[in-house]
């Protein structure tokens, strides 16, 4: 069978430094890692980009972290990627990126060290909060058929994806599809079809971005309950292999190959739904792979798993009906609260409900615990429990699912340590 597309993988035994942390040394090794993956699938960087090209790199710094907690994109592929592309004599680089839940993007980008690599380097940075944005869309009966999407994106001449390889409490993946989602410009449009819908939302936004190619960030890498995972074994930090290619589908195919998990592009919907949109190919016969073989660097990778009843100590979990991708990553805040050790030292019990609540609230019983209503679908119980704490849409925060519940300060993490 003809191989429709080619992904490339590198990979190294030598010591790299840590993300925020290495030499020219262990930098030119990354280059020359990101330099052979270009020559396997795309006949060589020249072939990516152009003298006189304007080039968007899309990068994931999601929150103000520090580099080396590898959840955010690294700094090590980043400036590697850029010195290659310089060598090509664009017109401009861009950075870009559009941080989570209304932050700061310039915060995060300075935190997270991409600040520094654009000083290094001389690129520009982009933060898509600080630019116009035009409306695209896709005239056919498909979720989130119109959407805004910033205009340095459009512009340019080449974009490239430099997703972060991470198994997502939300989507399954987050790699080179999900790292479109922060092709938005506010809290408002990120929180909109945040729920089952989220996977037609992934795929359209991967349409209107028409990338060229990408580079997966995973000399680090994360299983288990990402983004932000509170188990320390869920960060890999010896993964020292790169992947790339010009097709995100198959770039996401690949990556559940890499992570060893059983049939490969079937996993993740969104992988499944770009392929059936004609975004590219989730067979892997259908994928030549160049570069150093799968089988020589997967390993098995936790899956994430948002199973929210019976897992918590002193945690009540009122179920009803609830989305996937929407109100079960509640489950990240109390993995936090759970690792820390603040669950053991609650004074009482806490009931939270969750989806959309079928029992009339009168018939509720007394409880003596506290209560915690998260998400618009249980806003019934808080007519019985009117001094529930109350994770719902706002004026601040419209929309449901609450995920600014995850913001530091303001969050549910922060409420049930107050509890304490």
Not at 157 to 162: A, C, H, K, L
Not at 296 to 319: H, I
Request: proline share 6%; hydrophobic share 40%.
């Amino acid at each position: 069978m003809q191989k429709k597309t080619t992904v490339g993988i590198a990979h190294s035994d030598a010591d790299l430094g840590k993300p925020a942390d290495y030499t020219r040394e262990q930098l030119d090794i990354v280059k020359q890692m990101i330099r052979d993956i270009a020559d396997q699938t795309m006949g060589g960087v020249e072939n990516i980009v152009k003298k006189g090209d304007k080039v968007l790199i899309k990068i994931n710094t999601v929150i103000p972290i520090a580099a080396n907690l590898g959840f955010t994109t690294d700094p090590r592929i980043l400036q590697a990627l850029i010195e290659l592309l310089q060598e090509q004599s664009p017109a401009k680089i861009q950075i870009g990126e559009r941080s989570a839940m209304g932050g700061d993007t310039l915060k995060a980008m300075e935190v997270c060290g991409i600040s520094e690599v654009a000083r290094r380097t001389g690129a520009e940075l982009c933060p898509f909060d600080k630019v116009p944005f035009d409306m695209y869309k896709i005239d056919r009966p498909i979720s989130f058929n119109e959407f805004p999407v910033p205009r340095p994106v459009r512009d340019a001449d080449v974009y490239i994806g430099v997703p972060k390889m991470k198994v997502h409490i939300h989507t399954t993946l987050t790699n080179a599809l999900k790292i479109q989602f922060g092709n938005l410009p506010d809290y408002d449009w990120m929180v909109r079809c945040h729920r089952d819908d989220i996977y037609q939302k992934i795929v359209n936004l991967t349409r209107a971005a028409n990338a060229k190619w990408f580079i997966v960030d995973s000399l680090y890498a994360c299983q288990g309950n990402g983004p932000f995972s509170a188990y320390p074994e869920d960060l890999i930090k010896d993964f020292n292999t790169i992947y790339g290619g010009p097709d995100p589908v198959a770039v996401d195919t690949v990556c559940e190959a890499l992570m060893d998990w059983d049939n490969p592009g079937m996993n993740a919907p969104a992988t499944i739904l770009a392929a059936a949109e004609g975004l590219g190919t989730n067979k892997m016969e259908e994928i030549e792979i160049a570069g150093v073989p799968i089988d020589r660097v997967k390993r098995k990778f936790t899956r994430q798993t948002t199973v929210l009843q019976g897992m918590f100590p002193n945690v009540f979990v009122v179920q009803g009906s609830v989305c996937e991708p929407g109100c079960r990553p509640v489950r990240m805040a109390f993995d936090q609260l759970y690792v820390e050790g603040t669950l053991n030292k609650l004074k009482r019990p806490v009931y939270v409900f969750v989806g959309l609540q079928s029992q009339d609230t009168s018939r509720l019983k007394d409880i003596d615990a506290d209560v915690i209503v998260y998400g618009d679908c249980a806003k019934s119980v808080m007519e019985r429990f009117p001094e529930a704490k109350c994770f719902i849409s706002t004026e601040e925060y419209p929309g449901c699912t609450p995920i600014w519940a995850n913001i530091s300060g303001i969050g549910l993490v922060d409420h049930v340590r107050s509890l304490v």
